[in-house]
C-alpha cells in the first residue's frame, strides 16, 4: 500500500504545480499578516487611549455650554440647560458623570491688599466636589464663617502677571504669594451686603472659573438672590475619551461646545479607525481568496488522481484514511505559513512599542491576546475549508 501512496504523493506535487502552490501560499500568508496587524493595531489604539499609563485626567472633563448665535441675542433663557437635557446627556455612553455648574445670582467685587491696589467685579460658580482637580481641607464652608476659600484659574493669574500687571507697572506674584494674600470679598444685591475674606487655596486646570464651595453658593444664592432656582448655563461632564467621534457629533448635533483643544484628535481617531477597518477589510478579502484558491487547488489534485484514488479504493484503503493523507499534504504548509505570520507581527509590534516609547506613549511590547486567538481561528478556519473540500469529492 505504501508505494500507492508515494506514486499518489508524486502525482499530487506535479498536479499542483511549485508556482501555483506558491501563489496559493503567499496569498494566505499576505491575507493573515493584515487581518493580525489590524487587529493588533487596533489593541494598540485602545492601549493608548484608555491605558492607565497614557491617560491624561485633566483632558477626562470636559465644561459643556450651548453655542450663542444671533437668534439668542436677548434670550438668556435659550442657553440654559434643562432636568431633561441633563439627563440625556448623563445617558450617553460615553458619559461617565456629568454635574451643573451653578452661577451667582449676585455682584460680587474683589479687592487685594496693599501696593496691589487690585479691585475688580467679578463672579462666582461652583461644581460638585468630585469634580475639582484641587484638593484642599480647607475646601468646606458652613454659615457664619468669614473666610471663603476659592480657586482660581490658573489662566487668571497668567493673564494678571503677564497682561495686566506689566502693562500698569505692578508687581508679578506667584501662586505662593497668591494663596498667602487675603482678599476682600464684598457679595451684594441692592443694598444689601455682606463682606468675607477671601482665602486662595488652589489653581484649576480643568475649570476656568472663580469657584467656591457649594455650600456658600447655596447659601449666598438664597440669601442675595432673587429667590429663584437659576438653570445653569454649563455642565461639566467626565469621559474616559475627549477624543470620541460619538462625542463630538453628540455635541454638533445638541448645538453644544467646549474647549476645542481637548477634542481636537476626534478626527484623527476617526481617520486611524478608518484606516484600521479598511486594512481588516482587505485581510478578510484575501483570506477568503486564499481560501477559494486552496479549495480550488484540492479539487484539482483530487480530479488529477481520481484514477489512483479509485485504485485504492478498490484495494481496501478506506475513504477517512485518503482524506488524512490528503490533509497532511497541505496542513504543514499552511501552519508554517501562520507560524511565520505571527512572528513578523510580533516584531513589527516590538518595533512599534520601542519608537511610542521615545514618544512617551506606552504599548505592550507583545501581540495582544486578540492577535493570537485570530491566529487560531483563521488556521483552524483554513482546515476546516481544506477537510470540508476533501470529505466533499471522496466521499
Known sequence: MRPFFQLLKKIIQTGIGKSRLLMA??????????????????????????????????????????????????????????????????????VEAAGYITSSQFKVTAAAPGELQFYTDMFFESVPDSFIDVKNEEWKWQE?????????????????????????DLPQVSQETVKNLPVKITVSRGLLSSQFTGHIVGFSDR?????????????ANNRYGNGKAAAPSRIVIKTSDPANPALVKFLDDHGYTTNQDKIKYSKTKLIVQTIVSVIGFFGIVLLLFALLVFSMFIQLIIASCKKEIQLLVMLGTAPAQLRRYL??????????????????????????ARALAAHEMVVSPWPGIGMWIAAVVVLLLVYFVNNRTIRKYLD
Open 327 to 352: 490533509l497532511r499534504q497541505f496542513v504543514p504548509l499552511y501552519v508554517v505559513t501562520g507560524i511565520v505570520a505571527v512572528l513578523l507581527v510580533a516584531v513589527l509590534q516590538w518595533v512599534a
Open 144 to 168: 457664619g464663617d468669614g473666610v471663603i476659600p476659592i480657586i482660581l484659574p490658573n489662566d487668571f493669574l497668567n493673564l494678571y502677571n503677564f497682561g495686566f500687571a506689566l502693562s500698569q
Open 25 to 94: 501560499t503567499a496569498g494566505l500568508g499576505i491575507a493573515m499578516v493584515l487581518l493580525l496587524i489590524a487587529i493588533q493595531a487596533h489593541t494598540n489604539f485602545n492601549q493608548l487611549l484608555y491605558g492607565r499609563q497614557n491617560q491624561n485626567e485633566s483632558a477626562d472633563f470636559l465644561v459643556v455650554n450651548k453655542k450663542i448665535t444671533n437668534a439668542m441675542m436677548g434670550q438668556s433663557d435659550k442657553s440654559m440647560f434643562t432636568a431633561e437635557e441633563l439627563q440625556t446627556i448623563k445617558q450617553q455612553s460615553f
Open 207 to 219: 475649570i476656568s472659573s472663580f469657584l467656591v464651595p457649594a455650600a456658600f453658593m447655596d447659601w
